[in-house]
């Protein structure tokens, strides 16, 4: 079956630092891949998302590549914000289908 | 930018009761989902609703679980007789056109308690 797993969190950084999470999947044929985000009280909001193997999504300096080769989709930010603390969750939904597969979420904390 | 909006935030209850999960998803919206986060682990589906009917549901979403979606707004889900493993946060979402990859919105959760 279908799964997602991401690194384990809290992350933690300072502002300015540069940012990864990790996150591999698991699928039949060639899913579309997404990073959701939510922030303290929210609901989760789509951040980016690549349907293809190559595709790069970007968002808000966030970051993330299609690697079919490594079955991966790493979340990156070149210099994180105090706002970007939030929870990353990780997903990929097979085309045509319309139900998501998540990953643990990411937790990150980012300090002044 | 129009939201899904889900009441209550938190709901404790006792194991046995029933309790109604509330949804207001987005007014245009043709596609609607329940999922839940149990405490450390992943976000897992519960049940699509399309068409105003169930489109798919996994295994978690037996016989004490169902939706409604009762008058063109709401959209809910009943837990017939709680569990405590039903203790997790609950997430509604919409989509438009989610299967062409159109995005999801989901409401801010509610806090499943079973005591």
């Known amino acids: 079956g279908n799964s997602v797993t991401q690194m384990e969190g809290p992350v933690t950084l300072s502002e300015e630092a540069f940012l990864t999470i990790n996150c591999t999947y698991t699928a039949t044929g060639y899913p579309s891949l997404f990073w959701y985000v939510q922030y303290p009280g929210e609901g989760l909001q789509l951040l980016l998302k690549?349907?293809?193997?190559?595709d790069k999504g970007s968002n808000k300096g966030f970051e993330a590549t299609y690697r079919k080769e490594t079955t991966s989709f790493h979340l990156e930010k070149g210099s994180v914000q105090v706002s970007d603390s939030a929870v990353y969750f990780c997903?990929?939904?097979?085309?045509?289908?319309?139900?998501?597969?998540f990953g643990k979420g990411t937790m990150l904390l980012v300090s002044p | 930018e129009p939201e899904v909006t889900q009441t209550p935030s938190h709901q404790v209850t006792q194991m046995g009761q029933e309790v109604i999960l509330r949804c207001v998803p987005i007014?245009?919206?043709?596609?609607f989902y329940w999922y839940r986060q149990i405490l450390g682990q992943k976000v897992e589906f519960l049940v699509s609703f399309y068409n105003n009917e169930i489109s798919e549901k996994s295994e978690i979403f037996d016989d004490q679980f169902s939706v409604e979606r009762p008058d063109g707004s709401n959209f809910t889900l009943k837990i017939r007789s709680t569990k405590l493993e039903d203790s997790a946060m609950y997430f509604c979402?919409?989509?438009?056109?989610?299967?062409?990859?159109?995005?999801?919105?989901f409401g801010s959760g509610t806090q499943l308690s079973v005591l």
């Open positions: 997903a990929l939904k097979k085309v045509g289908y319309s139900t998501l597969t």
């Open positions: 007014s245009n919206h043709l596609y």
């Open positions: 690549a349907t293809k193997a190559d």
């Open positions: 979402a919409s989509g438009l056109d989610v299967p062409t990859n159109e995005k999801l919105f």
